[in-house]
């Protein structure tokens, strides 16, 4: 559940670093019990933009404020919230509880209060079994979670999170996931960077894009999903035993206007084609198209990604109009 007045508010904010500009005009807002993805590609701004919002960095131009205060030059501002970073912050010879313990120090925490803020930070984030052991002989992905704990001692309205699941395996991926579902639920705001867009998807109910400093595009998941194109299916199709020219022409005699993606195509069908995946299947091979594997998926947050990048496809009124 989200509330109606955002708990962060950026207005106008501008970053650089010496006199090389990396964020500019950046407004956002973020609402507790709202999970706002951070998505762009390397050195579009997503850690900077985190530094700002968490008080680390003064924007040169604009303004930055938590529930109303100034998170560079207010402490109680800071304290209202967590810092994940991307790299793991911890002391690899002390276990997980001690490591906590010196986290709840850092946020000035008296000695009772330590004691239930590193409990409750174990619980929440799952790693009470490891709480005894030192950071550095635990997996990566426990790793992760100690780095998320660290971050809730003085128990945070809001969350960032810089590429908390990078380098994990699947299994620790969820973990993490259900952490974050979990620091939602108790009402925290949640401001994740990742390059994950399935995880975005999962976990979101908002993306910004940035692209060169700038918020390119922003939004509701279903709302950035809708205002892409028609919203007809993508079509992911492998063809076998054509090289690249060859395989495009056939597409395109069959009535599409395929992009290369390296193992496979992708291609958005001509208005009137079947959209099932057992006849287009079929059709594609009627027209000679050696078609190895169909797969039509509904349009997700990479779809989005590459529109914002512009590196997408063309449309399927472009489509009709390549059609023999
Ligand atoms: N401390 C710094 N001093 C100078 N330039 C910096 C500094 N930190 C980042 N930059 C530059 O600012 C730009 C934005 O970097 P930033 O780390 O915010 O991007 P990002 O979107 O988080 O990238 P990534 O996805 O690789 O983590 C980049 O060009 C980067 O090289």
Do not use: C
Not at 129 to 144: D, F, H, I, T, W
């Amino acid at each position: 559940m989200s509330s109606a007045v955002p708990l962060v508010v950026v207005r106008g904010a501008a970053l650089s670093y010496r006199d090389r500009r990396v964020l500019d005009g950046i407004d956002l807002d973020l609402r507790a019990g709202e999970t706002l993805a951070l998505l762009g590609p390397n050195g579009a701004g997503k850690t900077s933009l985190m530094r700002l919002v968490a008080g680390r960095l003064a924007p040169d131009a604009g303004s930055v404020r938590i529930a109303g205060h100034d998170p560079h030059t207010m402490p109680e501002a800071r304290r209202a919230i967590g810092w994940v970073p991307q790299d793991i912050a911890l002391y690899a010879r002390l276990t997980v509880a001690e490591n906590l313990d010196v986290f709840a120090r850092l946020a000035g925490l008296r000695r009772a209060e330590r004691r239930a803020a590193v409990t409750d930070a174990l619980d929440l984030t799952g790693i009470a079994e490891v709480a005894g052991r030192p950071v550095g002989l635990l997996s990566g992905g426990y790793q992760r979670r100690v780095n998320i704990a660290a971050s809730l001692m003085a128990r945070p309205r809001l969350v960032l999170l810089d590429e908390p699941t990078q380098g994990v395996d699947l299994q620790a991926r969820a973990a993490i996931h259900a952490v974050l579902e979990r620091l939602r639920r108790a009402g925290a705001a949640l401001l994740i960077a990742t390059h994950d867009f399935a995880e975005a998807e999962r976990l979101a109910d908002r993306a910004a894009f940035l692209k060169s400093g700038h918020i390119v595009r922003e939004g509701a998941l279903s709302d950035l999903l809708a205002r892409l194109r028609d919203g007809a299916p993508e079509h992911e199709i492998a063809l076998s035993g054509l090289a690249a020219g060859p395989a495009e022409a056939a597409l395109r005699r069959a009535g599409f206007t395929p992009v290369d993606t390296g193992l496979t195509w992708r291609a958005r069908p001509a208005a009137g084609r079947p959209t099932d995946a057992a006849a287009q299947l079929a059709a594609l091979r009627d027209a000679g198209v050696p078609v190895a594997e169909i797969r039509i998926r509904a349009l997700g947050l990479d779809a989005v990604y590459r529109d914002v990048l512009g590196l997408r496809e063309p449309a399927p009124s472009q489509a009709l109009a390549d059609a023999p």
